[in-house]
């Protein structure tokens, strides 16, 4: 009987420190099945929802925004092309442009060749100490520098009568600090006469017609040129433009 007690004892002590081991088993054991269980259910929500999302874009219209803008561009208005009438309009009118300029620069040719050929001859007779340089610089002893010499300087004494060159209307008489007194004679033909250095007594003014070789005044001074022989500086305009104008007077004679 003791032997059998003592059989007993160690049964129930191996019993109860298994025992443990075996209960720590299956909780371990179902733990891990109520786990898979809910991850597999939670995944088989998340595949249910996808697929009523799929269902549901399905049955929807993509990408409304591009209707949209394809809507807007219905309402913009197409551009025509133009028919072949109205080109052939348009040529016609650029023609009829074509032959109303025409008439313009044949009226501004006609209007050049009626403009009176003048004679044109020096205003002062005496020696030419100054010819025209064009763009050349030439030394000016009185101002001390180098510049341009638009006109010629004809020797001539204070006093002497300074004539027309050609038939004008005095267009401007000014008195400069550098030139002294200064007339300006508009001709028919486009040029323009300067005479710089008059006596300050002129017996002509702004707007009288004079005719060539009259008399518009008598010789001065020049100050930008008083180191010089007494001369009268003579120069000459075409369009604008400074122009020799013994070119001009040797062309006449």
């Known amino acids: 009987m003791s032997k059998l007690n003592f059989s007993k004892g160690k049964f129930s002590k191996f019993i109860s420190s298994k025992g443990f081991y075996a209960a720590l088993a299956v909780c371990l054991v179902g733990a891990g099945a109520a786990t898979w269980l809910a991850?597999?259910?939670t995944m088989s929500d998340i595949q249910d929802n996808n697929a009523q999302i799929l269902k549901q874009e399905d049955t929807l219209t993509a990408f409304p925004q591009i209707e949209e803008a394809e809507t807007k561009k219905q309402d913009?208005?197409?551009q025509q092309t133009p028919s072949t009438s109205s080109s052939v309009s348009g040529s016609?009118?650029?023609q009829a442009s074509t032959s109303s300029a025409a008439p313009a620069q044949s009226e501004q040719q006609e209007a050049s060749q009626k403009l009176p050929t003048l004679a044109y001859s020096l205003p002062v007779s005496g020696d030419i100490i100054g010819v025209f340089s064009g763009e050349e610089l030439v030394?000016?002893?009185t101002m001390n520098d180098w510049r341009t010499h638009n006109g010629v300087d004809i020797t001539a004494e204070k006093g002497t009568e300074i004539l027309?060159?050609?038939?004008?209307?005095v267009a401007e008489i000014t008195n400069d600090p550098l030139w002294g007194t200064?007339?300006?004679i508009d001709h028919l033909d486009g040029n323009q006469t300067i005479y710089c250095g008059l006596d300050n007594n002129l017996p002509v003014s702004v707007g009288d017609?004079?005719?060539v070789r009259q008399v518009i005044g008598k010789l001065g001074a020049i100050p930008s040129e008083s180191e010089e022989k007494s001369h009268l500086h003579f120069a000459m305009k075409n369009d604008g433009a400074w122009v020799d104008p013994l070119d001009k007077i040797a062309k006449a004679s």
């Open 164 to 169: 027309a060159a050609a038939d004008g209307t």
């Open 182 to 184: 200064v007339m300006v």
């Open 92 to 94: 016609s009118s650029g």
């Open 209 to 211: 017609t004079v005719l």
């Open 39 to 41: 991850v597999d259910r």
């Open 139 to 141: 030394r000016n002893t």
């Open 76 to 78: 913009i208005p197409k």
